[in-house]
């Protein structure tokens, strides 16, 4: 099922840029820049929606601490777990490794 069918050419090269902008959001280099970027919002009384959703995707995205220690482990595991898979992709295709995707090198 494409969800995306529907939408014109522009449309869809607009919604593939937002997607990576949000997908680079999550990415714990760009915390200061988003952090940056919602209090300049704040203080100019004006946040957008593109700004908005970035915040709350990051916010979901770091937040697993905030849970129980039982659940907390449980998804840190998960998110390994796919991480390693991801580096054992990256192997079978000749790519280097990102980081934290070695399975060798287990950090949890």
């Known amino acids: ?11 869809m090269t607009k919604m593939r ?5 949000l997908i680079l959001d999550t990415d714990a280099k760009n915390h200061y820049m988003l952090m ?3 209090k300049h919002g704040m203080e100019m ?12 995707l990051h916010v979901s995205d770091v937040s697993n601490p905030t849970r129980p220690g039982t ?6 595991y998960s998110v390994q777990t796919e991480f390693f898979r991801q580096g054992d ?14 399975r ?3 950090n949890l």
């Open 1 to 11: 099922c494409n969800i995306f069918a529907r939408l014109s050419d522009e449309e």
């Open 17 to 21: 840029s937002r997607l990576i902008d």
């Open 36 to 38: 940056t970027r919602f």
């Open 45 to 56: 009384k004006k946040l957008s929606r593109g700004l908005l959703s970035s915040l709350i």
């Open 71 to 76: 659940i907390a482990r449980k998804w840190a």
């Open 89 to 102: 992709k990256e192997i079978e295709l000749g790519l280097p490794r990102s980081p934290f995707m070695d």
């Open 104 to 106: 060798s090198h287990e």
